[in-house]
């Protein structure tokens, strides 16, 4: 199966996907987490509220489901909900280990390895908790120095492991790392069947990228679309920001799906609006900032 046959028939709704990022650990970057989260953010209360989200997200109509070795209990969160779930679709990355112990104040909280042992070991742990419910296996926070992207063992493993190959991106060489991807090939195949990175109004960089990947039959996954939480509240994107900043996403001709990172029931019925929302872009352009500029806000900001 290709990414693009993965994601077949996805409109409307469907088109938006959730991501648990936010909601598998007690501490993440997104700002508002104090106001939108329990001030005791136990397993058990992040769980029950994973659950509630991926609950109203099904009912809804949404059918791809994201998460990653790194976000703490988020895969173990998602396999718990699975069962009677059928056509839900789950995502998830391997390439950062969780290190924060369930700590909002912890000093690091993912490491990051793009490694032969570091990929069978995370593959283990995502197959004993998702099994064969596991469809989409990405690459996470591919960066254009990556050996994911030279290291032909690891190439190997990748297309051997049964679920369809893809890989995220991140930092200001999202681009580069992109068309690289896109030249990789096992046995003549290319092994990278889907591209997740960052574009939001505030970072585009990534965009024409992401076109050709589209182009080349690549699905396009697009994540932060809310800039983690600064695109919110934007006061020049009207009313409903939030439902704003995810439709431009959707109006990209290029773009599968994109991710919601709602972490309360309110924020995801908002985001979910941006499906049916017509929207002219002409003008949101002038948001965007320099690359750069947009990776090193986003690199200070603080776990909460």
Request: charge should be negative.
């Amino acid at each position: 199966m290709t990414a693009v046959e993965l994601f077949d028939g996805l409109t409307g709704v469907a088109r938006i996907g959730l991501g648990l990022a936010a909601v598998g650990r007690p501490g993440y970057i997104t700002l508002g987490r104090d106001r939108d989260l329990p001030s005791a953010r136990t397993v058990t209360a992040m769980r029950e509220r994973a659950h509630g989200l991926l609950d109203e997200a099904y009912a809804a109509g949404v059918r791809y489901f994201d998460v990653a070795r790194s976000y703490g209990r988020a895969e173990e969160f998602l396999a718990g909900w699975l069962p009677g779930h059928d056509e839900a679709v789950a995502g998830s990355k391997w390439g950062y280990t969780y290190t924060a112990d369930w700590r909002v104040t912890a000093e690091v909280h993912e490491v990051k390895e793009h490694s032969v042992d570091a990929f069978d070991r995370q593959l283990r742990e995502s197959r004993e908790l998702l099994g064969e419910r596991l469809k989409l296996y990405q690459v996470h926070s591919v960066t254009p120095d990556s050996p994911a992207l030279t290291d032909r063992e690891l190439h190997r493993r990748l297309a051997d492991q049964g679920a369809v190959v893809g890989l995220s991106t991140s930092g200001p060489g999202q681009a580069d790392a992109i068309r690289a991807a896109l030249e990789v090939e096992v046995d003549g195949v290319a092994l990278f069947r889907s591209v997740q990175a960052t574009w939001n109004l505030l970072e585009t960089s990534a965009g024409p990228a992401l076109a050709e990947a589209h182009a080349a039959g690549r699905a396009v996954i697009v994540k932060e679309a809310l800039a983690n939480g600064r695109l919110a509240a934007h006061p020049e994107l009207g009313p409903e920001p939030d439902v704003t900043a995810l439709a431009a996403v959707l109006h990209q001709p290029w773009v599968t799906v994109v991710l919601s990172g709602a972490v309360t029931g309110e924020q995801l019925s908002s985001n979910l609006r941006a499906a049916s929302v017509s929207l002219d872009t002409a003008g949101l352009e002038r948001l965007a900032e320099p690359s750069e500029d947009y990776w090193r806000t986003r690199a200070a900001l603080p776990w909460r």
